[in-house]
């Protein structure tokens, strides 16, 4: 999909280029105790210590790991570094819109998630003819398809850094062929990674486990996001028109999933148990937010049911925070996650959740007192819960309070951009090192070795 603000050439970027005539300038990069030497009142880098910093992103549509690349370039566009972001074909307008003015948008049209051969020969020269123009100092890749092309064209480029942001694990969950195939890529990228980025300690220790990477290399950083947004939220205005009540009808229960239509998120499969909670609660509104390639199926799912009148199809919501406040009850039924943001979310909202047992998960939630935790093959018994948790008011007013009470700073967005920058330093610090280079402040930008 072509946007506006994707560009197949440079783009400004053309204009802003350094001429280092083959090596990569960068500023002295200093230690976390006197980084704000480098930066004004309002924590912009000066221009000496400006970085370029090339993500990659396979998709860029509206799901977790596209909304945290996004964030990712914002942060440090709004504090000076040029900022770019590859994307493949998948693009979806909504979250293109989040993208700060100062990011420059680049498309990759044979980058897709599919395995093809002959498009991921094509989006790997691709990817490594731009590092090379853009003369980047920094390469942080997302996802799994666009963490293995863009590292390797990053390593082909030249480029002194390159981040993995571990969103997922894409060994984990799958079958024994695809399972094989990534493991045995990523063991072949990790030599030509500076940093591995995952986004809970359950992800990363998934790898290690796995022999990807050294464990000097790994690092967790949780996916940051606007907490005081959720945390304040009030139910949108129009929810009786979105529950489809009349005017006098009684306020329904409420239970909610945010999950893009895809295979792993299991909407088909939870669909075919709600029918029991809707007969035995049948006051009883299921509210599924979001989009995908999967959506229209699960709305034939549920015409075949019969649950026309318990279902509700909420499309993809740009102000998520009110649907949350109009839940009583959140729900996450996928088979295979990093740490998604929307669970912190549900929790930032004051409410809790039900959710399948995955890795990760627990470094937030408790089960008794935010949340409950069902067996991932088991929908039947998170079926079952989610009924007996309606019906328990006590006990569902119990765990809201827990929720509302939960730790989330670890999810601050601004935490999270200062911990990946300093990741960022401490990399580009040890390649300096690597190559004899002094790590001292010169009095003018260093050139660094390739």
């Avoid at 680049?106 to 020269?125: C, H």
């Avoid at 009808?249 to 998120?265: N, S, T």
């Amino acid at each position: 999909m072509s946007l506006q603000r994707s560009s197949t050439a440079i783009g400004r970027s053309g204009n802003q280029k350094h001429a280092r005539g083959g090596s990569a300038t960068i500023g002295w990069i200093e230690p976390a105790s006197v980084d704000l030497k480098s930066r004004d009142a309002e924590g912009k880098i000066e221009a000496a210590h400006r970085l370029r910093i090339a993500h990659v992103i396979t998709r860029l549509i509206n799901g977790g790991a596209d909304e945290n690349t996004v964030y990712s370039c914002n942060w440090a566009a709004q504090r000076g570094h040029d900022v770019f972001l590859l994307h493949g074909e998948a693009v979806h307008p909504e979250i293109v819109a989040k993208v700060d003015p100062r990011v420059e948008l680049i498309g990759i049209p044979d980058l897709t998630r599919s395995l093809s051969p002959a498009s991921d020969v094509r989006a790997l020269l691709a990817l490594t003819l731009r590092f090379r123009a853009l003369n980047a100092d920094i390469v942080h890749t997302h996802t799994s398809k666009a963490g293995i092309l863009g590292r390797f064209a990053a390593w082909a480029a030249g480029v002194p850094v390159i981040i993995h942001g571990v969103h997922i694990v894409p060994f984990v969950n799958v079958g024994i062929a695809e399972r094989l195939t990534y493991l045995a890529l990523e063991k072949l990228a990790a030599p030509v990674t500076s940093a591995f980025i995952s986004v809970s300690e359950g992800i990363r220790d998934l790898c290690m486990s796995a022999g990807v990477g050294h464990a000097d290399k790994h690092h967790v950083v949780y996916s940051g996001f606007d907490l005081d947004r959720f945390r304040n939220a009030s139910p949108p205005a129009d929810w009786r028109e979105l529950l489809r009540l009349t005017p006098d009808a009684p306020r329904p229960r409420v239970l909610l999933m945010i999950a893009a239509f895809e295979l792993r998120k299991r909407h088909a499969e939870f669909l075919e148990v709600f029918k029991k909670v809707a007969v035995r609660l049948p006051d009883t509104v299921l509210v599924l937010a979001g989009d995908g390639p999967l959506r229209s199926i699960a709305e034939q799912q549920v015409n075949r049911l019969g649950l026309q009148r318990r279902v509700v199809f909420a499309g993809y919501r740009d102000d998520p925070e009110r649907l949350i406040a109009l839940a009583d009850l959140c729900l996450l039924c996928s088979i295979r996650e990093g740490l998604p943001r929307v669970l912190m979310q549900y929790l930032a909202g004051g409410k809790p959740c039900v959710a399948c047992d995955l890795p990760g998960l627990r470094e937030v939630l408790r089960p008794g007192t935010n949340s409950v935790i069902t067996p991932p093959d088991d929908l039947g018994a998170m079926a079952d819960t989610t009924a007996t948790l309606l019906e328990d008011r006590e006990r569902l007013a119990c765990l809201a309070r827990g929720a509302a009470a939960t730790d989330l700073s670890n999810w601050d967005a601004n935490r999270m951009g200062k911990q990946i920058d300093a990741i960022y330093r401490q990399a580009l610090n040890q390649h300096l090192a690597s190559k004899g280079a002094s790590t001292r402040p010169p009095v003018r930008n260093l050139a660094l070795p390739r």
